[in-house]
Nanobody
């Protein structure tokens, strides 16, 4: 599957954004999906993940209660709703898709092998 992320932009602290990630060439329903981000000068980090049918999600602590991941397999699309954005949320956000190697897995530990191109989110004060 090829992934294309969109929805980034420049917002003020406290604002909201919704990122989208559309899959092409394959059904995203066959993948666990996630959002990662990379801030300037920092390593890429896991933000949130979602299981095949969306019945299980995971979030890094810094976004819990503010971000919501969801997916619409009928539209082959992954979303990330980001509320109450903070300066430290400024980063390039990447969507990713992967297939767990076992039945039992942790969303944040999967080796995601399909990546979108990234969309920039800039939060200003």
């Amino acid at each position: 599957v090829q992934l294309q992320a969109s929805g980034g932009g420049v917002v003020q602290a406290g604002d909201s954004l919704r990122l989208s990630c559309v899959g092409y060439g394959d059904a995203v329903s066959g993948y666990v999906m996630a959002w990662f981000r990379q801030a300037p000068g920092k390593e890429r980090e896991f933000v949130s993940g979602i299981s095949f049918r969306g019945d299980s999600t995971d979030y890094t602590d810094s976004v819990k209660g503010r971000f919501a991941i969801s997916r619409d397999n009928a539209k082959n699309t992954l979303y990330l709703r980001m509320n109450n954005l903070q300066l430290e949320d400024t980063a390039v956000y990447y969507c990713a898709a992967g297939r767990p190697s076992s039945v039992f897995y942790e969303l944040r530990s999967i080796k995601y092998r399909r990546w979108g191109q990234g969309t920039l989110v800039t939060v200003s004060s």
